[in-house]
């Protein structure tokens, strides 16, 4: 016979090895590149996604062991100046542990006693002017051009009293609130201050530990990129303590000055809001604001507006730039959106915490996508914004 029946068959290993001789499907190159391309980023993206839910869950569930963390971390932050500053003079670490914590507890304590004194002299008369402003109010609605009614009233002040209820238990009650319970509470503010102790006390045996966590090929540049955050961090937080010290002292002498009532409570509340950049400071200056239209009249509250305005631009454009050189550059657009997906996230702590976390993983990626571990050049490159200080420009 002749023909294709003279070619042996072979086995089916022998079909499965000669590719011509195998129908395939493969559509690849009928699919568009940029099909292709839009695709490949989606798995990607999508496991991304997934990876970052799933540290979200554990967060979540670890809650009463991750807030103490980050709020040690950060007051180790802002203590870190001062502390090292002791180490460098000679001073034997434990001292320098005792008084940078006896420092700041005084210091806290001291505030909030000043807070209570001043609220339990002037309470009850900023009470009965708050009362009368608010009737004063009312009058004004049913008398003026508006012409509304009282049950008109009441609705209004209903559901802005809801609105402001639900916004309230939205940021208190967030993913990451600390607790339910003054047990909770009691139990975090405990474990925040020991893991204080032993940030300060082995702070360095610590990263050390961690270090050994991940491969040793990968320990350069792990420890390389820990490093550059933990700078920015302590950058971060000396220049938010210096923000939230010029805006407390500008406004509560504002305050003071303008006969404002609770003038050390506003600027205990003004330090303290400091900490979430620009919302924060938006914020408890319009409880200033307020206060002083309840008290002391529009005219007044006219010029604390204007206080509280002329301090923020003060500390903003001149004295930050002037006291700390090249600092943490911010968008402001940046850290409205970032503190908004905090809180939207975690509430209150979302809030607090959102703006340093996202400049640690800036300056991480930045970091790493250099490859600055291998020069041991410093990172120049931005992500999200400039969060590494740069070196001043000198005249030549």
């Not at 020991?194 to 300060?200: A, E």
């Not at 003071?256 to 620009?278: E, K, S």
């Amino acid at each position: 016979m002749s023909g294709s029946d003279d070619k042996p068959r072979g086995s089916l290993f022998d079909a499965l090895r000669d590719r011509n001789r195998v129908v395939t499907s493969d559509l690849s190159a009928s699919i568009p590149r940029g099909l292709r391309i839009a695709t490949a980023y989606s798995w990607r993206f999508l496991v991304v996604a997934a990876a970052i839910g799933v540290g979200i869950w554990l967060v979540i569930q670890l809650k009463l062991l991750v807030i103490p963390l980050l709020v040690a971390i950060l007051v180790t932050a802002l203590l870190w100046p001062a502390f090292s500053f002791m180490l460098r003079h000679r001073v034997p670490k434990w001292l320098a542990i005792v008084i940078s914590i006896v420092g700041a507890l005084a210091i806290v304590g001291g505030l909030l006693w000043l807070v209570v004194w001043q609220i339990g002299r002037q309470w009850s008369s900023v009470q009965d002017k708050t009362v009368q402003a608010v009737e004063q109010f009312r009058q004004y609605l049913m008398d003026g051009p508006l012409h509304l009614s009282e049950d008109q009233i009441d609705g209004l002040l209903d559901q802005g009293w809801a609105f402001v209820q639900q916004q309230a238990e939205l940021l208190w009650s967030g993913a990451l609130a600390i607790g339910t319970t003054v047990g909770h509470f009691a139990t975090g503010l405990l474990l925040a201050l020991f893991i204080l102790l032993c940030l300060l006390a082995d702070g360095a045996g610590i990263w050390r530990w961690t270090l050994r966590l991940f491969p040793r090929r990968a320990q350069p540049a792990v420890d390389g990129a820990g490093r550059a955050g933990w700078g920015t961090v302590v950058n971060y937080a000396r220049t938010q303590l210096l923000v939230a010290t010029i805006d407390a002292v500008g406004i509560g002498l504002g305050a003071f000055l303008l006969n404002v009532p609770l003038a050390i409570p506003i600027a205990v509340l003004v330090f303290l809001g400091a900490f979430v950049p620009i919302v924060g400071a938006v914020v408890t200056g319009t409880v200033a604001v307020f206060l002083a239209l309840v008290y002391n009249g529009p005219l007044v509250a006219l010029w604390m507006l204007i206080v509280v305005l002329g301090v923020q631009q003060l500390e903003g454009h001149v004295l930050q730039p002037l006291l700390m050189g090249s600092a943490v550059k911010v968008h402001p657009l940046a850290v409205v959106l970032v503190v908004a997906g905090g809180a939207m996230i975690a509430g209150i702590p979302g809030a607090l915490f959102a703006v340093p976390l996202a400049a640690f993983v800036n300056v991480v990626a930045v970091y790493l996508a250099e490859r600055a571990w291998e020069t041991g050049a410093p990172t120049h490159g931005e992500l999200i914004w400039s969060t590494v200080p740069r070196p001043r420009r000198t005249r030549s």
